[in-house]
């Protein structure tokens, strides 16, 4: 637990102002996103404002992408550093599953800005099931939430260094707070590190251009509850029909039934290093927007393996396979060729 | 309603998976034995499936020794049930749990005495020792020249990383000269142990080097490092990608795979490009390591000696 303020039991210096006299927000996301950098911000403009804070968190998992919970709260004086379950009055969440688990924090009428990335922990892939994680679905939710794909709105801001996006979600919160502009700027300007900083304060202003966006979520809020109905979920897609491929270019020589190589990529246990993407001398392999190595160029491949040899994540294999029965074998990969076709990295 | 979204919706996520719903009961056993998929190679088969993916960081080179390790098994063996995996804590010591093979992790340093104790136990089980550099050469670098003196039957196998991964980057014995670290800010002003030579010095009768790079190499090693009677040490380096090469701005595991290609030529270069600290008396460099086997003799094993193996077989 982390304590932000020295001033336990003392008078703060300034007056807060009378329109807010205490809040208690919950920030959460996973390892790296910059979930405590974000609770620290806050922190620093509450502080500023003359508020008591106290900052608590949990993060012991951070680094290997868990979860990290930063609870906020501030007031006149305040004791515990603990938000109680449905006494948030904001939830700030980077991510997705993240931001679902903590909703039960929420007050009835309040407000949570939610990320739609989505950073699926190894745990979750246990069951083999490609990526795909289900979601909860939300039901029935008395509250408004409000679900921001933070990088599509910070775009270019974003474009160094991808942290930035979740600032978005900041700009966000400041509309519901009531601090001036400046103060949010002058606490990134205090926390953020140069090289992310014009990222940063171009970030927050686009989150804060989404004025009219939070303003309704907070209108939404203080209705009675509604059913909503179920949010956003992974919809299973199409199955991509077989491509023909055609072999004939690889034949090899001497061969009575000619075989070909595949690369089988275990999608699920890829942890997207990029090793089999830089030694791969016939460059077959690239990254999908999942970060998840995919077969693309299956006509070059030679098989030489190194792929499957330097795979830290065991996640690859070289499969000869007859020619004929090429697009069978090649079915499980067809799908991630057709999308890396489309999004080259 | 629908939930407001800015922007667009999440992605859509395809489904799919190896193990279908409906699904025979003996395909999930199949499955939960290392059976991952149609025509996986063999060494795939020695894995514990339900535990994987691993925990290793993206390229972490561990991963890639182990493949090398189950590869060079799985020419020897056909199961793992004679074969016991000993470790004890550490980034590498964490491997063997994904080993389907009788697994012991043990406490911090102490996996070769554990070892020592179950060979002499059950002599006919091949006991691989997995132990990483803070593991074996820091808090138990006592047994593991005690464990060369005996010269008692295992095959251990050191996971050089240069550092300590699992406790946040700390220095370690293994640290090459200059290289930043969490407890060396102002770069490392120590010497790092030749773990190699140390064991051939205590009496190891197999001693070798390999690189996690040239992995087939490692693979050879090791497997002969499994016939040898006698205690077998194989050093392997490998790369830590989030504390070793971040720190020291060495790139991501590509570029460290590389960079043992290049015989720590890359690394030198970089690390010599860093700003100049007085105290630092040597500007980093990393020994160019002998790879390969450097020691092999053979003389009376402990369990000879006690007899509870037939001498000379």
Redesign the interface.
């Known amino acids: 637990m982390t304590r932000v303020n020295g001033s336990n039991g003392k008078v703060p210096a300034r007056t807060p102002p009378a329109r807010l006299e205490s809040g208690n927000l919950v920030v959460v996301g996973v390892g790296g996103q910059g979930v405590i950098l974000a609770s620290n911000l806050v922190s620093q403009v509450l502080l500023d404002a003359g508020y008591d804070v106290k900052k608590s968190e949990v993060h012991g998992m951070s680094q290997r992408g868990g979860t990290v919970v930063s609870h906020v709260r501030f007031g006149p004086e305040v004791h515990s550093v603990m938000v109680e379950p449905g006494s948030a009055d904001w939830i700030v969440a980077f991510e997705w599953e993240e931001g679902l688990r903590s909703l039960s924090y929420l007050k009835p009428n309040g407000v949570a800005l939610v990320s739609t990335e989505r950073r699926i922990p190894p745990a979750a892939m246990l069951d083999h099931r490609d990526q795909s994680l289900e979601y909860p679905a939300l039901g029935e939710v008395p509250f408004g939430v409000l679900a921001l794909d933070t990088f599509a709105v910070a775009g270019d801001a974003a474009a160094a260094v991808p942290a930035v996006a979740q600032t978005v979600l900041l700009g966000a919160l400041s509309v519901l707070l009531p601090f001036p502009v400046e103060a949010w700027q002058a606490s990134i300007n205090a926390w953020v590190p140069r090289k992310a900083l014009t990222g940063n304060l171009r970030a927050f202003e686009r989150g804060r251009a989404l004025a009219p966006e939070v303003r309704a979520a907070e209108a939404a809020a203080r209705t009675v509850a509604r059913t909503v109905e179920p949010g956003p979920e992974v919809v299973p897609s199409a199955s991509a029909s077989p491509v023909e491929h055609d072999g004939a270019k690889r034949s090899r020589d001497g061969v009575a039934e000619r075989l070909l190589p595949v690369v089988r990529i275990e999608r699920s246990w890829c942890k997207g290093c990029d090793i089999c993407v830089a030694m791969c001398p016939e460059k077959c392999l690239v990254l999908d927007e999942l970060d998840v190595a995919v077969f693309a160029r299956p006509e070059r491949c030679t098989g030489c393996q190194l792929c499957a040899l330097l795979c830290p994540d065991l996640a690859m294999d070289v499969l000869w396979v007859p020619a004929d029965d090429l697009t069978g074998w090649l079915f499980a990969n067809e799908e991630d060729r057709v999308r890396a076709a489309a999004d080259p990295r | 309603?629908?939930?407001?979204?800015?922007?667009?919706?999440?992605?859509?996520?395809?489904?799919?998976?190896?193990?279908a719903p409906e699904a025979r009961a003996d395909d999930v056993l199949a499955?939960a034995r290392g059976a991952?998929?149609p025509?996986?190679?063999a060494e795939?088969h020695f894995?514990r499936y339900?535990m994987?993916?691993?925990?290793?960081?993206?390229?972490?080179?561990?991963?890639?020794v182990?493949?090398?390790m189950l590869r060079a098994l799985a020419r020897r063996y056909e199961t793992l049930d004679d074969v016991a995996f000993v470790a004890g804590i550490g980034c590498s010591s964490r491997v063997v749990g994904y080993v389907d093979a009788c697994t012991l992790h043990t406490t911090h340093g102490r996996p070769l005495t554990f070892a020592t104790g179950l060979k002499l136990a059950r002599p006919d089980l091949e006991v691989v020792v997995v132990t990483g550099d803070g593991d074996g050469l820091s808090i138990g670098g006592n047994h593991l020249i005690h464990a060369a003196r005996r010269n008692i039957d295992l095959t251990c196998v050191l996971f050089n990383n240069e550092i300590y991964g699992m406790t946040g980057g700390q220095l370690a014995p293994t640290t090459i000269p200059g290289a930043y670290t969490s407890t060396s800010p102002k770069g490392n002003h120590e010497q790092p142990f030749d773990a190699a030579r140390l064991v051939e010095a205590a009496g190891g009768t197999f001693v070798a080097r390999a690189q996690s790079?040239r992995?087939?190499d490692f693979e050879e090693i090791f497997l002969r490092a499994l016939e040898h009677k006698g205690f077998s040490f194989v050093e392997v380096m490998t790369d830590c990608?989030e504390y070793f090469g971040r720190t020291n701005r060495l790139g991501?595991?590509?570029?460290l795979?590389?960079s043992q290609a290049r015989a720590d030529v890359a690394i030198e270069a970089d690390l010599a490009g860093r700003p100049t600290l007085q105290e630092v008396p040597a500007r980093p460099v990393r020994p160019v390591m002998e790879m390969g086997v450097l020691h092999e003799s053979r003389r009376q094993t402990l369990e000879e000696a006690m007899g509870l193996v037939e001498a000379g077989s």
């Open positions: 309603m629908s939930l407001d979204v800015v922007s667009r919706p999440p992605a859509d996520v395809p489904q799919g998976g190896t193990v499955a991952s998929w025509g996986a190679s795939k894995l339900g994987m993916p691993h925990m290793l960081c993206p390229g972490c080179g561990h991963g890639i182990l493949d090398a790079f992995t087939r990608t991501n595991g590509a570029d795979l590389f």
